[in-house]
Every structure is written in structure tokens, then in C-alpha cells.
């Protein structure tokens, strides 16, 4: 059982930076794989970073890859998602996601389908 809640969000200039932070309850916090997701209006949710229980390992999409950098505190149940360069297409609804390491096989998911513990979202909006 994971409950995950994110903070951060804001409106900030192109090129400007924002960290999101993922607050997680639960004792079992440590053995998830976690992800940010993004939403914008009219599209679907789509990967953005995700990052092993061990946070030794991390996956981005490719157009946040040099950008974006994703980081977790066991110690304090958090994932963080440092955004920087921002540029208007990445204004979304970022959510936080988890999913148990025996139910990813493993695996860092790239999919929705991936994950099954997921929070509110917090808005992001990048200006041009």
C-alpha cells in the first residue's frame, strides 16, 4: 500500500527551472520503482522519468533526456523530478507514480499500465 501526494508545481518562464517532489506513504515505500507521468490538455498521459527502489538505475523520455532529472530520498518516502531548460510543450499535469519491484519484473515501465499506486498531480505551466 503506497499513497503518493505531489508538491511543486508552479508557472515558470521558458528556459527557467522547478522541482517536483512526490511525497509516498507506506512501510513498503523503499521496494517500489517510481515514475513521473505528465497530462496535458487533450493528450494522453505519457512517461516522463522513472527510477528503480535502489534509485541505481533511471529511465527519461527521450525529449526530457539532459533536461529532466529524477532522484528519490528513502530515508524521507520522496521522489523528486528536477526540471530544468523548461520549454512550453512541457506544460502538463505532472503526476507521481509507484509499482511494486515483483509486480515490474524488474523492469523500469514506461507505460501507464506499468504502475498501480499514482497520485492527484501538480500543474506545471512553462511560458513562452
Known amino acids: 500500500q503506497v499513497q503518493l501526494v505531489e508538491s511543486g508545481g508552479g508557472l515558470v518562464q521558458a528556459g527557467g527551472s522547478l522541482r517536483l517532489s512526490c511525497a509516498a506513504s507506506?512501510?513498503?515505500?523503499?521496494?517500489?520503482?517510481l515514475a513521473w507521468f505528465r497530462q496535458a490538455p487533450g493528450k494522453e498521459r505519457e512517461f516522463v522519468a522513472a527510477?528503480?527502489?535502489?534509485?541505481?538505475?533511471?529511465d527519461y523520455e527521450d525529449s526530457v533526456k539532459g533536461r529532466f532529472s529524477i532522484s528519490r530520498d528513502n530515508a524521507k518516502n520522496t521522489v523528486s523530478l528536477q526540471m530544468n531548460s523548461l520549454k512550453p510543450e512541457d506544460t502538463a499535469i505532472y503526476y507521481c507514480?509507484?509499482?511494486?519491484?515483483?509486480?515490474?519484473?524488474?523492469?523500469?515501465?514506461?507505460?501507464?499500465?506499468?504502475?498501480?499506486?499514482w497520485g492527484q498531480g501538480t500543474q506545471v505551466t512553462v511560458s513562452s
Open positions: 507514480a509507484a509499482v511494486s519491484t515483483f509486480a515490474s519484473r524488474g523492469a523500469l515501465a514506461r507505460t501507464r499500465q506499468g504502475y498501480n499506486y
Open positions: 527510477i528503480t527502489w535502489s534509485g541505481s538505475s533511471t
Open positions: 507506506g512501510r513498503t515505500f523503499s521496494t517500489h520503482n
